[in-house]
């Protein structure tokens, strides 16, 4: 992954997927690979402030109020989880 800083805005390339949410999930599709990528509630939570640009801190403060987790907790789930968008070419 990228290093990215905690105070660096991350988002979802809007060119790159589709989605929608479908009862607290996001269903979404990789446009160059036709993927289907089916986001749980957790990760729904980040991948709605990603749709507008939001950064590591601000995702990590969005998990630990949302889900009461640990702050190291939620920032491994958050470097996981923006790691895998990464790799997938759907962040700019």
Not at 5 to 33: F, H, K, M, N
Not at 35 to 43: F, P, S
Not at 63 to 75: S, T
Request: no cysteine; aromatic share 6%.
């Amino acid at each position: 992954m990228t290093d990215r800083s905690s105070s660096a805005a991350v988002r979802l390339r809007p060119d790159a997927v589709e989605w929608r949410e479908v009862e607290g999930d996001v269903i979404a599709v990789d446009v160059r690979t036709s993927e289907y990528l089916a986001i749980n509630d957790t990760g729904a939570v980040l991948w709605r402030a990603l749709h507008g640009g939001a950064t590591s801190a601000e995702l990590v403060e969005r998990l630990v109020a949302r889900f009461d987790v640990e702050p190291e907790a939620a920032m491994r789930d958050v470097e996981a989880f923006l790691a895998g968008l990464e790799e997938r070419g759907l962040l700019e």
